[in-house]
Antibody
Framework: QLQLQESGPGLVKPSETLSLICSVT??????????WAWFRQPPGKGLEWIGS???????YYRPSLKSRVTLSVDTSKNQFSLKVRSVTAADTAAYYC?????????????????WGQGTTVAVSS | QSVLTQPPSVSGAPGQTVAISCTGG?????????VHWYQQIPGTAPKLLIY???NRPSGVPARFSGSKSGTSASLAIAGLQAEDEADYYC???????????FGGGTKLTVL
């Protein structure tokens, strides 16, 4: 059974870089049927897609975050990771990683069928 | 302001059927992109309920169904149970924004 687990610091200072890792167990991140995605949810608010990455390193990002976000994949560790630079209080959120399945015709309209439990990150000095 | 519009809340008594709407526009639902639905119990991760308009993952009861027409989609929950009390989100893709978009979420209360 596939499981995803987020890990990383729960507190990051303003202007610094938020770094999270998603560890995948029970399946291979190199499975070519899936992308791997990051989402976040600010306290009391809705879900927001951050970006998705394929096992080859191919990525696509939420346009409004693209300048500050980098996704990477480490197939040897069966992990993928998220970095958000120059964080502010607006980046405080629960962060989730998920498996991204292809939609009917494109990856862009795909859906997330397996989610990690999430990790809370606060941005504060 | 979410690209996809959902009612903030809906409610129903046990056993009843409720529907949650998700209204978009030409660049997203109206363009034919898939609509997916998630259930989220506060404090936990989202769970996929419906994908590709009306497909249920294994383990999701047949009480949950989806539909789509024009620029809108809808999630119906039949035979409401107390355990259905949660937040529900629709998701699609917007070609003008090049963005995966969500509705703002709907809180379902089982009376």
């Amino acid at each position: 059974q596939l499981q995803l687990q987020e890990s990383g610091p729960g507190l990051v200072k303003p202007s610094e870089t938020l770094s999270l890792i998603c560890s995948v167990t029970g399946g291979s991140i190199t499975n070519r049927n899936y992308y791997w995605a990051w989402f976040r949810q600010p306290p009391g608010k809705g879900l927001e897609w951050i970006g998705s990455i394929y096992n080859t390193g191919s990525t696509y990002y939420r346009p409004s975050l693209k300048s500050r976000v980098t996704l990477s994949v480490d197939t040897s560790k069966n992990q993928f990771s998220l970095k958000v630079r120059s964080v502010t209080a607006a980046d405080t959120a629960a962060y989730y990683c998920a498996r991204h399945c292809r939609g009917s015709t494109t990856w862009y309209e795909g859906f997330m069928d397996v989610w990690g439990q999430g990790t809370t990150v606060a941005v504060s000095s | 302001q979410s690209v996809l519009t959902q009612p903030p809340s809906v409610s129903g008594a046990p056993g009843q059927t409720v529907a949650i709407s998700c209204t978009g526009g030409g660049p997203n639902i109206g363009a034919g992109f898939d609509v997916h639905w998630y259930q989220q119990i506060p404090g936990t991760a989202p769970k996929l309920l419906i994908y590709g308009h009306n497909n249920r993952p294994s383990g999701v009861p047949a009480r949950f169904s989806g539909s789509k027409s024009g620029t809108s989609a809808s999630l119906a929950i039949a035979g409401l149970q107390a355990e259905d009390e949660a937040d529900y989100y629709c998701q699609s893709f917007d070609s003008s924004l090049s963005d995966v978009v969500f509705g703002g979420g709907t809180k379902l209360t089982v009376l």
